[in-house]
């Protein structure tokens, strides 16, 4: 799920030489559940009801970083603009090698390019951990996600009409995926 179309936008303009992307720290995890928790409460970008308590956080937190998974960090002037990870596709053993991944920005620097750099890392970083397929699960009314994963190689694969709802109303679910490897076998 991605919170990239969602918000207010600002006109302040990020200076590509003030973005620095990182692997995220547990001191990074208060700043990420606030972004995380503001697009809960304010979009369909994740399609939680409720925010994600202290504890259920780090949980959400511990599966993104722990074995090969990875989230990073956009920081902005020092500021944590947004993050990005991937965690589990599905839990049983065939599905090792797929990852999901996730992109939330701060209202304030949504529309700046932040998204396709953290994904663009994000893809190189699952690349380098030899994840062989990566699926995005995109809000159907979410276009600047869609485009941001379509721009950057994935293909839409899938369309899941009125698979969930949020703030009284039907949610379409549309799924994208991108092979990231040529390997004929596991």
Same mark, same amino acid.
């Given at each position: 799920?991605?919170?990239?179309?969602?918000?207010?936008?600002?006109?302040?303009?990020?200076?590509?030489?003030?973005?620095?992307? #990182?692997?995220?720290?547990? %001191?990074? #995890?208060?700043?990420?559940?606030?972004?995380?928790?503001?697009?809960?409460?304010?979009?369909? %970008?994740?399609?939680?009801?409720?925010?994600?308590?202290?504890?259920?956080?780090?949980?959400?937190?511990?599966?993104?970083?722990?074995?090969?998974?990875?989230?990073?960090?956009?920081?902005?002037?020092?500021?944590?603009?947004?993050?990005?990870?991937? *965690?589990?596709?599905?839990?049983?053993?065939?599905?090792?090698?797929?990852?999901?991944?996730?992109?939330?920005?701060?209202?304030?620097?949504?529309?700046? *390019?932040?998204?396709?750099?953290?994904?663009?890392?994000?893809?190189?970083?699952?690349? /380098?951990?030899?994840?062989?397929?990566?699926?995005?699960?995109?809000?159907?009314?979410?276009?600047?996600?869609? #485009?941001?994963?379509?721009?950057?190689?994935? #293909?839409?694969? *899938?369309?899941?009409?009125?698979?969930?709802?949020?703030?009284?109303?039907? /949610?379409?679910?549309? /799924?994208?995926?991108?092979?990231?490897?040529?390997?004929?076998?596991?």
């Amino acid at each position: 799920m991605s919170s990239l179309d969602e918000g207010a936008s600002t006109t302040d303009q990020v200076d590509p030489s003030t973005v620095t992307i #990182r692997y995220a720290t547990a %001191s990074d #995890r208060g700043e990420l559940q606030a972004i995380f928790n503001h697009e809960v409460t304010s979009s369909t %970008s994740s399609w939680e009801w409720l925010p994600l308590s202290n504890e259920d956080w780090h949980e959400w937190f511990q599966a993104h970083t722990d074995d090969d998974h990875v989230l990073l960090v956009a920081e902005v002037g020092g500021q944590v603009a947004g993050f990005a990870g991937y *965690g589990s596709f599905r839990s049983k053993a065939g599905y090792v090698s797929t990852v999901e991944d996730s992109i939330f920005l701060h209202d304030r620097f949504q529309r700046h *390019g932040l998204g396709t750099a953290l994904l663009a890392q994000l893809l190189a970083e699952a690349r /380098l951990r030899s994840v062989h397929s990566m699926v995005a699960a995109v809000t159907s009314e979410n276009q600047a996600s869609l #485009r941001l994963h379509t721009n950057l190689g994935f #293909r839409q694969v *899938g369309h899941l009409p009125q698979i969930g709802h949020k703030f009284g109303r039907w /949610l379409d679910l549309t /799924l994208l995926q991108i092979i990231l490897d040529d390997r004929a076998k596991p």
